[in-house]
């Protein structure tokens, strides 16, 4: 038995504040009665009435298009910028460019939104382009505060990579560009998936962004449940929230066995 | 000149700062130098709703800068309470942050390496599921009639429920909660990087446990502490849906403020300048975290 030291109790004490919340949630979604706080019995009708709800799945939907489509390009920005970020020399340029690309992490949602949105209404009054806000601008909007957290977790990855592969490569004639593609990319593969990944969930979970820069046609998951959120805690959105949460753990999951397995396996090597 | 030359001249190298740089600036740059612009525009029934700010007629530019919305944040009692119950908020949120995350982070950072990963995911896992939800499991919980009150009550604790859904206690429970992982991994990064043999060295000087803390590892793990509390303390500042859902009426943020005038009043050039006060106010913190950035970039460097 390990002695119990201060920070240990503290960590479990965290680590029951931050899971506490989302088991009771979870358990409440088998709730038979309406009233959420009081127990009626095990039930999954709120699961059959939840794949009813023609909106929601509808909005499921547009998210998952919007989510994979801005991690996919969050992924090509924020990688050329890492490159820059620590491969290029230090320049004026360089320093403006992470400055730029770091912001988003910290910037307040409602101005990152506020200001895309205005943005928008600018370009459609110049250029006559977008017409409308829709799944479009809601993507040029994650795309780029996703690229924030692609440059990062990339740019700590190609910073640890041995650079004399890289420069064998080119010794042996191959160009930039293929020594890119052929080492680099390879190498910081885990470093681009779970850029991408993380980027997918941002994606999903945004709420702020996506309510300044969407219009009516386009109603993303987040937005319908914070319409319904907002009037009250209602059983059907447990239930939702039940399967987000444990479709996200179960991808956690597999991630970590597979990455351990490759572990493992570099380990016997 | 031939196309193929001219290809030529624009380099790979080129290309890769090129692109990113130039998607910055169109869809990060430019929009705050709009913000600005329309914020000194002045409202209007139109679409979109404020009058222009550029005027070309008859060969003379005309510019109007409309300095009224920012006396009216002057003016206006209801501005100036939001901005500062704002950044008391923040300030409290980031203080429970930083007292429950630096011993989980230490804890961690001390645990076996192979459990190092496992418990870097338990405290990740949480925030990839929807911040949302999180925020939503807890009105169910501290609701009159929810989880917490009906225990309370059951145990004979208190004989009426306790308020707390709708102030800015869940308001500061809420935040600490959504934004923890952020506090932990940073101290976490600086922690497992700490020389043991700083500590042990203290201690065989004689130094007691806690005086050790105070004097080797804290300031050892100071950059970490700042950057965990700026990443709590920028975006709580300007958070909207936790003052929304778990706060009362009373319970002024500014990005809830924001939000209204820009979708219930839609006066946008007021919202412009409540945008363009609250990044003045957060210049000062934004650059603190970029120069511990940057100084962690050119250690690793």
Not at chain 1, 165 to 193: N, R
Not at chain 2, 164 to 183: D, E, H, K, S
């Amino acid at each position: 038995m390990k002695k119990l030291s201060f920070s240990n109790i503290m960590l479990w004490l965290g680590l029951i504040f931050l899971y506490a919340p989302m088991f009771i949630l979870i358990f409440y979604s088998f709730n038979g009665s309406k009233l959420v706080t009081v127990w009626g019995g095990f039930s999954t009708k709120w699961y059959s009435e939840l794949f009813e709800d023609q909106q929601i799945l509808d909005a499921v939907w547009t998210s998952l298009q919007i989510a994979f489509y801005s991690a996919s390009m969050a992924v090509i920005i924020g990688t050329m910028a890492a490159f820059v970020m620590t491969r290029f020399r230090r320049s004026w340029g360089k320093i403006t460019l992470s400055n730029m690309i770091t912001a988003p992490l910290v910037m307040p949602e409602v101005i990152t939104g506020l200001s895309l949105m205005l943005l928008f209404v600018h370009m459609a009054d110049l250029i006559g382009w977008p017409t409308q806000r829709g799944m479009l601008t809601v993507w040029l909007a994650h795309s780029t505060f996703c690229a924030a957290y692609v440059a990062v977790v990339v740019s700590s990855r190609l910073r640890d990579l041995d650079l004399s592969i890289e420069e064998a490569a080119m010794d042996l004639g191959a160009t930039p560009f293929k020594t890119f593609m052929q080492i680099t990319v390879p190498m910081i593969a885990p470093a681009l998936s779970a850029g991408w990944l993380l980027s997918f969930s941002l994606s999903l979970d945004d709420l702020v962004i996506a309510s300044f820069a969407s219009g009516p046609g386009a109603t993303t998951l987040p937005m319908i449940v914070f319409s319904s959120v907002r009037l009250g805690v209602s059983p059907k959105i447990n239930a939702l929230a039940t399967l987000i949460i444990l479709s996200v753990s179960l991808i956690a999951f597999l991630l970590w066995f597979f990455a351990r397995r490759a572990e493992k396996k570099a380990n016997m090597q | 000149m031939k196309i193929k030359s001219l290809f030529g001249f624009i380099k790979g190298r080129h290309l890769t700062m090129g692109i990113p740089y130039l998607w910055l600036l169109l869809f990060f740059a430019l929009p705050f130098a709009i913000v600005l612009k329309i914020s000194f525009s002045s409202a209007a029934i139109a679409i979109p709703p404020y009058e222009p700010t550029f005027n070309y007629v008859d060969e003379a530019l005309n510019i109007f800068l409309n300095l009224g919305n920012y006396l009216l944040l002057l003016d206006d009692q209801l501005y100036y309470m939001a901005y500062l119950s704002s950044i008391k908020t923040a300030f409290v949120a980031t203080l429970g942050c930083l007292l429950l995350g630096y011993p989980m982070a230490y804890a961690i950072a001390k645990a076996p390496a192979r459990l190092q990963t496992v418990l870097l995911l338990l405290i990740l896992l949480p925030s990839w599921t929807s911040f949302l939800i999180r925020v939503y499991a807890w009105m169910g919980l501290l609701s009159n009639n929810g989880l917490i009150n009906n225990f309370l009550l059951w145990t004979g604790v208190i004989s009426d429920p306790i308020q707390m859904l709708n102030t800015n206690f869940a308001v500061y429970i809420g935040i600490v909660y959504a934004y923890l992982p952020f506090m932990i991994l940073p101290l976490y990064a600086t922690l497992v990087k700490l020389d043991m043999s700083l500590i042990e060295a203290a201690s065989d000087l004689g130094s007691r446990s806690i005086n050790t803390f105070w004097r080797v590892t804290l300031p050892l793990s100071k950059s970490g502490v700042i950057a965990g509390s700026m990443l709590v303390f920028i975006p709580a500042v300007g958070e909207f849906v936790i003052p929304e859902l778990l706060g009362g009426p009373d319970s002024l943020m500014i990005g809830k403020i924001l939000w209204q005038e820009f979708f219930n009043n839609r006066d946008w050039p007021v919202a412009s300048a409540l945008a363009i006060v609250m990044l003045a106010l957060l210049i000062i913190p934004i650059t603190l975290f970029h120069r511990y950035q940057a100084r962690e970039l050119e250690k690793d460097l």
